[in-house]
C-alpha cells in the first residue's frame, strides 16, 4: 500500500515570498492533517480536514496560512507571505477516519528554509 | 487542552542497556495515545496505539504499557539501529497533541 505523498521535499525561499506544499493521502483515508514540526519540538497541528471539510484550523495562522483539499483527496498547504520564524518541516498526515482511536500515518515532510 | 511531556529530552545508552521512556499527559479518559519513530529527515513512523489503562504492547525491543496519567516506553537490549527520536501522542476529539520527544542514542 503506497504511504502519503508529499511534494517538494526540500524548498529554501526568502522571506515575504509565497510557497507551497502539496500532499496526497493514503487511498481511502478521509481524513487529512497538516502540522508544522520545528526543529527540537513535536509536530503542532496546522489544519485537519474530514473530506473537503475544515474539521479544526484554530492553531493554523490565517493572516498568512491557508490550506484546502479539494475532492476530498489531495491538498494544498500555502504560506503568504513567509517569515523567518516559518522555517519548520511541514508534515502532511491521513487516517482513515475521525477518531480518537484512529492512528494517523505520516508523509516524509517537506523541509521550509525561509532566508 | 491536553498537555503532553516526554522525559527525559535525551538519553544515551550503551548497547545492550534497557531503560525506558516517559510520556505523562494532563487529561485522563479513554483516547487513544500513541507512540511514534522519527528518524533524522524522515515523517513519524508509527509503533504502537494503547487505550485503556494496563494495557501492554510489545514489537521486537520495545514493549509500551499505559495507566491512567502516563505511558512508557521501554526498550530492552537495544541495539545502535534503535537509535531516534521517540514521540507520543493524545488524541482528543480527533485532535492530536504530541510531546517533544525522546532522542535516543545507542551506543555499539
Known amino acids: 500500500e503506497a504511504g502519503v505523498a508529499q511534494s517538494p521535499r526540500y524548498k529554501i525561499i526568502e522571506k515575504r515570498q509565497s510557497v507551497a506544499f502539496w500532499c496526497n493521502p493514503i487511498?481511502?483515508?478521509?481524513?487529512l492533517y497538516w502540522y508544522q514540526q520545528i526543529l527540537g519540538q513535536g509536530p503542532k497541528l496546522l489544519i485537519q480536514?474530514?473530506?473537503?471539510?475544515?474539521?479544526?484550523d484554530s492553531q493554523l495562522p490565517k493572516d498568512r496560512f491557508s490550506a484546502e483539499r479539494l475532492k476530498g483527496v489531495d491538498s494544498t498547504l500555502k504560506i503568504q507571505p513567509a517569515k523567518l520564524e516559518d522555517s519548520a518541516v511541514y508534515l502532511c498526515a491521513s487516517s482513515l477516519r475521525l477518531s480518537d482511536q484512529e492512528t494517523q500515518y505520516f508523509g516524509p515532510g517537506t523541509r521550509l528554509l525561509v532566508l | 487542552e491536553d498537555q503532553v511531556t516526554q522525559s527525559p529530552e535525551a538519553l544515551r545508552l550503551q548497547e545492550g542497556e534497557s531503560s525506558s521512556l516517559n510520556c505523562s499527559y494532563t487529561v485522563s479518559g479513554l483516547r487513544g495515545l500513541f507512540w511514534y519513530r522519527q528518524d533524522p529527515g524522515k515523517g513519524p513512523e508509527f509503533l504502537f496505539t494503547?487505550?485503556?489503562a494496563g494495557e501492554e504492547k510489545e514489537k521486537e525491543r520495545l514493549k509500551a504499557t499505559l495507566t491512567k496519567k502516563e505511558s512508557f516506553l521501554h526498550i530492552t537490549a537495544p541495539k545502535p539501529e534503535d537509535s531516534a527520536t521517540y514521540l507520543c501522542?493524545?488524541?482528543?476529539?480527533?485532535?492530536?497533541?504530541f510531546g517533544d520527544g525522546t532522542t535516543l542514542t545507542v551506543k555499539p
Open positions: 501522542a493524545r488524541l482528543n476529539a480527533g485532535k492530536s497533541t
Open positions: 480536514f474530514q473530506n473537503n471539510g475544515v474539521v479544526d
Open positions: 494503547l487505550y485503556s
Open positions: 487511498s481511502g483515508h478521509a481524513t
